[in-house]
T-cell receptor, first 115, second 113 residues
Framework: AQSVTQPDIHITVSEGASLELRCNYSYGATPYLFWYVQSPGQGLQLLLK??????LVQGIKGFEAEFKRSQSSFNLRKPSVHWSDAAEYFCAVGRPGAGSYQLTFGKGTKLSVIP | DGGITQSPKYLFRKEGQNVTLSCEQN?????MYWYRQDPGQGLRLIYYSQIVNDFQKGDIAEGYSVSREKKESFPLTVTSAQKNPTAFYLC????????????FGPGTRLLVL
């Protein structure tokens, strides 16, 4: 079974600074990869996803993520953070050939933004 | 607008009481899911359904029950057997393939009186 690790439980950055949230997975082949964002008391919203092709994926709200097969990573980045980006971020992994119910989520990284 | 609705937003349960959380989607998705979210635990799958009148247990199904009588609806009942029900419950839906995005509802927070 696949697993997902988000090493950072909580990250604090200043508004305008760059951001990188880490995500590592364990799976033998190239998985399906997702990043979701959750504002407090809300549901999850998809930021971006990777299935194949270009390893740099652009998402909504100015986010991007890069798939690195050699490092089994799919880190999320943003060049300049806005106060409204404060939220919790979840990385998720799915397996090609498996059903959509076999999506595995990381435990999340909470982002705080200092004005 | 297409989407997923969950109700109520907040729900209070007394000891020994069963409560039902509602989830409706108008995205014409075949698959629906229930997740439980606790602080620091991420999302844990309770039940999922890929077709009407069929559903499967997820990782933490004990103390919960579901039904799927209509494609659009997937209610979750938290039974009295669930001894620690206080959590945030999220419903989601998607297509069937592993590449499909799961879309989430706004959640229901369940508290025990």
């Amino acid at each position: 079974a696949q697993s997902v690790t988000q090493p950072d439980i909580h990250i604090t950055v200043s508004e305008g600074a760059s951001l990188e949230l880490r995500c590592n997975y364990s799976y033998g082949a190239t998985p399906y990869l997702f990043w979701y964002v959750q504002s407090p008391g809300q549901g999850l919203q998809l930021l971006l996803k990777y299935f194949s092709g270009d390893t740099l994926v652009q998402g909504i709200k100015g986010f991007e993520a890069e798939f690195k097969r050699s490092q089994s990573s799919f880190n999320l980045r943003k060049p300049s953070v806005h106060w409204s980006d404060a939220a919790e971020y979840f990385c998720a992994v799915g397996r090609p050939g498996a059903g959509s119910y076999q999506l595995t989520f990381g435990k999340g990284t909470k982002l705080s933004v200092i004005p | 607008d297409g989407g997923i609705t969950q109700s109520p937003k907040y729900l209070f349960r007394k000891e020994g009481q069963n409560v039902t959380l509602s989830c409706e989607q108008n995205l014409n998705h075949d698959a629906m899911y229930w997740y439980r979210q606790d602080p620091g635990q991420g999302l844990r799958l309770i039940y999922y359904s890929q077709i009407v009148n069929d559903f499967q247990k997820g990782d933490i199904a004990e103390g919960y029950s579901v039904s799927r009588e209509k494609k659009e609806s997937f209610p979750l009942t938290v039974t009295s057997a669930q001894k620690n029900p206080t959590a945030f419950y999220l419903c989601a839906s998607s297509g069937l393939a592993g590449s499909e995005t799961q879309y989430f509802g706004p959640g229901t927070r369940l508290l025990v009186l």
